[in-house]
């Protein structure tokens, strides 16, 4: 962990009054991410990791009474993806995807760098965006999942990989090369594929009835990379759809100031818990060190 000093977490409700928004860090933002990102001034952050929506909702396949081997390999039943956040029409789902990115690019800063999650599904749609938006692709990054949920169709492979999409504004950008290296299974060049489980046992945060709390929450070890690569400590790193706050959360960790933005109250009471602990945790550390 690369301590800095814990600031106080916190929420500001954005839902109604939007005049005079303040503009900090620390800060997890109750509201529509486009109307609360158009009041931050341009120019501003360093680094943006963004897990849009997918609209996948409609989609989804239930097998709620799985039983056998795929389901002691996943430890539970399966279950559809259905959230209202993720239900759009394909022409409300691209304009919204436009304004959302438009938005981000303003914000960033000369040199800034973006990371987007996807996948095949909307993966086509979001390059082609950023690239009218003239930013630059610089990776495609493939996500391997090392515990993949299981195809229960049987009439097609196995879904096992996601993409995170690595975009740069201008030039100049931050990237830790040789810092990279280390989470290279050889010690080498880290490569554009990683493997990765699914997030997952105490990592993942549950619900009162055992479900998952959010349905797509990201494992740390993918943020980690993330924000290891593109920032430096002290950086500002913003999270559009912040969910349960993993951004937030190791950003706070790796030393870099961080914003998050969520429409839901739930998942921001559930941030506000995850980050009070962590930053707990960086207190005891930072005593600890005192002492020596």
């Not at 993806?81 to 239900?87: A, G, N």
């Not at 999650?117 to 630059?136: A, P």
């Not at 430096?232 to 912040?242: A, E, N, Q, R």
């Amino acid at each position: 962990m690369c301590y800095q000093e814990v600031q106080p977490i916190a929420v500001i409700d954005a839902t109604s009054n939007l005049d005079n928004l303040p503009f900090q860090s620390c800060v997890l933002y109750l509201g529509d991410c486009i109307e609360v990102m158009k009041c931050f001034p341009g120019e501003s952050i360093d680094l943006v990791y963004a897990d849009p929506p997918y609209n996948l909702s409609k989609y989804g396949l239930k097998w709620s009474d799985k039983q056998g081997a795929d389901r002691r390999k996943s430890g539970g039943n399966y279950y559809m993806m259905k959230e209202t956040w993720d239900m759009f029409e394909e022409s409300d789902y691209r304009r919204f995807s436009v304004q959302w990115l438009k938005e981000v690019k303003r914000l960033l800063k000369p040199g800034g760098s973006l990371y987007v999650s996807c996948t095949f599904h909307n993966v086509g749609e979001l390059l082609v965006i950023l690239s009218d938006l003239e930013l630059r692709c610089l990776n495609v990054i493939v996500w391997e999942k090392t515990n993949p949920h299981p195809n229960l169709t049987r009439r097609m492979f196995t879904h096992s990989c996601e993409f995170v999409l690595f975009f740069v504004k201008g030039k100049n950008w931050t990237f830790h090369y040789e810092e990279m290296k280390k989470y290279s299974a050889n010690g080498g060049q880290l490569k554009d594929v990683w493997r990765l489980p699914l997030c997952q046992g105490a990592e993942r945060i549950k619900r009162t009835d055992g479900r998952a709390a959010h349905p797509t929450q990201k494992p740390e070890a993918l943020l980690e990379r993330i924000i290891s690569a593109s920032s430096k400590p002290g950086d500002l790193v913003l999270d559009p759809f912040s969910g349960t706050g993993t951004t937030a959360l190791v950003a706070e960790q790796l030393g870099r100031k961080w914003i998050g933005i969520e429409n839901d109250k739930n998942y921001i009471s559930l941030s506000v818990e995850r980050l009070k602990k962590v930053q707990g945790a960086l207190r005891k550390e930072d005593e600890h060190e005192r002492r020596k």
